[in-house]
């Protein structure tokens, strides 16, 4: 499933969870896990009908993490667009999601950690439920 020593701090066991949450929750349609941190990333999952070999699986990853890694500066920015409790507020930031022609890239930020997955075209609904999820997951490891 992925390569050991990790970069990043993660452990095994966690790692092992954030995969076995997203494949749950999107199923078939998952194309990657990659757990990432502002210096360091880790692909966690792959679906093994995509790259020809690991190495070209993490180059790709790894030019998308560099993109996303903005995340960790966007998102307070985000979250204070929300005014707690007033009526107009939409609420603090909680996850982001691109569409594209063939799938969609799923970012999840929590601290100075984050989840980025990616799927095949499927009901955008179902990244709600996952994010959820490997938010609490993100937050109860910080």
């Known amino acids: ?38 210096s360091e990333m880790d692909l966690l999952y792959v679906r093994t009908d995509l790259y020809e070999s690991q190495q070209r699986a993490l180059e790709a990853k790894a030019r998308l993490v560099e993109f996303e890694r903005v995340g960790f500066t966007e998102a307070p920015v985000r979250t204070a667009l929300s005014v707690p409790r007033e009526p107009e507020s939409i609420g603090p930031y909680e996850f982001t999601i691109r569409v594209h022609g063939d799938g969609f890239v799923v970012r999840i930020l929590a601290d100075q950690a984050g989840v980025i997955l990616t799927t095949d ?14 938010t609490e997951l993100l937050e109860s490891a910080a």
Not at 12 to 27: H, K, Q, S, W, Y
Not at 128 to 134: M, N
């Open 121 to 134: 075209t499927m009901d955008a609904a179902a990244f709600e439920d996952t994010s959820l999820a490997i």
């Open 1 to 38: 499933m992925y390569d050991v020593p990790f970069r990043t701090d993660i452990e095994a066991p966690f790692a092992d969870e954030l995969v076995d949450t997203a494949r749950t929750n999107i199923g078939d349609m998952l194309r990657s896990v990659i757990y990432f941190t502002p």
